[in-house]
C-alpha cells in the first residue's frame, strides 16, 4: 500500500508545518511534539545517525559558515529519511528500508561529510575518517548518547490547533506510485526529489496557515496553489531526467501531477 503525503491526516500535517521548527540540543536535534497523538507514530522507527558536530576538530573561522551550513543539512536528511519512513509503511519487501531510506541517507551524508572535511582542509589539516559516522541506522527507542535523531512532529499544541482550525490543506496527487521501477543507480536522486515535493506541500500548507484572510478570492490559486504546481512541475521533471539518464527512456506524463487541490 502506498500512502502519499497528502493522505497523512492533516493534525499531523499541521503539525510537520507549524512545528517544524528544529532545537538542537546537546548534539542532538530534536523537533517539538505535543503528546496529544504521540501514540498514533508510536509504532514507527526513527532513524538514528553518529553525531559529527562533536566529532570534528576545532573549526577555522573561515570554514566556520559552510561547516554550519552542512551540519544543518546533515539534520534536514534526518528529518526527510524519517517523513520517509512514516509515508512508505507498508510498502516494498524486507529490505525497502534499506535500500530506499537508510542506503540513500548514507549516500547523502558521506558526500555532505566530505564537504565538510574539505571545508576544514582548506585552512587546517583535513579531517580523516568522519565518513565512518555516515551509516545510520533505526530505533523505535529514542536516539543514544552519541547520536542524532531528528524526529518527524506528530501533533500540536491546543493553541497551534485553534489557529489552525478550519484551514484547508493541500491535496496533491501520489508521485511516488505512478512513477515505472526506478533503477538502483537514480534511486537517490529520485528519493531526493520526491522528498522536495513533500517539503514542497508542506510550505504551502504552512502558507495556508500562516495567510488567513489575506488577498481577495483568487489569493490562494495566484499566490499558493499556482506557484506550487510550477514548482512541482520542475520537480517532476528532475525525476523524469533521473529516470531517463538510466533507463534511456524518460517517463512520459508526470507533469499531469503537478495540479493541487485544497482539503477542506
Do not use: W
Not at 490559486?221 to 539518464?245: E, M, S
Amino acid at each position: 500500500m502506498r500512502i502519499s503525503y497528502a493522505a497523512v491526516p492533516r493534525k499531523f500535517r499541521v503539525a510537520a508545518v507549524v512545528l517544524g521548527a528544529t532545537a538542537v540540543l546537546g548534539g542532538a536535534a530534536v523537533v517539538a511534539t505535543h503528546s496529544g497523538t504521540a501514540n498514533a507514530a508510536a509504532a514507527v522507527p526513527t532513524v538514528v545517525c553518529p553525531s559529527v558536530r562533536d566529532k570534528l576538530p576545532a573549526v577555522p573561522a573561515a570554514s566556520q559558515a559552510e561547516v554550519t551550513r552542512n551540519l544543518t543539512l546533515l539534520d534536514t536528511q534526518i528529518a526527510e529519511a524519517n517523513r520517509r519512513l512514516v509515508t512508505t509503511q507498508g510498502q516494498g519487501g524486507p529490505n525497502f528500508v534499506n535500500n530506499a531510506i537508510l542506503g540513500p541517507l548514507k549516500d547523502k551524508r558521506v558526500s555532505t561529510i566530505d564537504r565538510i572535511a574539505i571545508s576544514i582542509g582548506r585552512h587546517a589539516a583535513k579531517p580523516a575518517g568522519l565518513d565512518a559516522l555516515a551509516p545510520c541506522s533505526l530505533s523505535t527507542a529514542g536516539a543514544a548518547p552519541g547520536t542524532v535523531s531528528v524526529s518527524v512532529p506528530t501533533s500540536t499544541s491546543t493553541s497551534t490547533s485553534a489557529s489552525a482550525a478550519g484551514v484547508p490543506t493541500v491535496n496533491c496527487p501520489s508521485v511516488e506510485g505512478k512513477l515505472p521501477a526506478v533503477p538502483a543507480a537514480a534511486q537517490a536522486g529520485v528519493t531526493a526529489e520526491l522528498a522536495n515535493l513533500a517539503k514542497e506541500i508542506g510550505e504551502a500548507d504552512n502558507r495556508l496557515v500562516t495567510s488567513q484572510g489575506q488577498g481577495g478570492p483568487n489569493f490562494i490559486n495566484n499566490a499558493i496553489l499556482g506557484p506550487l504546481k510550477d514548482k512541482r512541475i520542475a520537480v517532476l521533471d528532475r525525476i523524469a531526467i533521473d529516470i531517463g539518464r538510466v533507463t534511456g527512456s524518460k517517463p512520459a506524463g508526470l507533469a499531469a501531477l503537478a495540479p493541487c487541490t485544497l482539503n477542506g
